[in-house]
């Protein structure tokens, strides 16, 4: 799908971020290194998108990682 499509049919960052979210943790954020269940997320002003940190071992993960939107610096909805 392309990008300007993209944001017709989810039209805000939220929207985007919460599809993204339930394509990587369909069952919700499962920790890769401590299999912990609870998480919550971290927005940094760097980045444009939060992170997911770990609340059993503090492992971040990003939930662009790996998708198209992967280093992008751009908010996903511009
Ligand atoms: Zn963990």
Known sequence: ???PEWIKK????????AYLSSQHWPD???CR??????????Q??????P???CA????QASVTGGTIFHRTQV????
């Not at 908010?75 to 511009?78: E, V």
């Open 1 to 3: 799908m392309a990008l």
């Open 10 to 17: 989810f039209g805000t960052d939220a929207a985007c971020q």
């Open 28 to 30: 919700g954020l499962d």
């Open 33 to 42: 290194r401590c299999d912990g269940r609870k998480y919550w997320t971290i």
């Open 44 to 49: 940094r002003s760097d980045r444009t998108t």
């Open 51 to 53: 992170l997911y940190e």
């Open 56 to 59: 059993g071992c503090h492992y």
């Open 75 to 78: 908010a996903l909805s511009m």
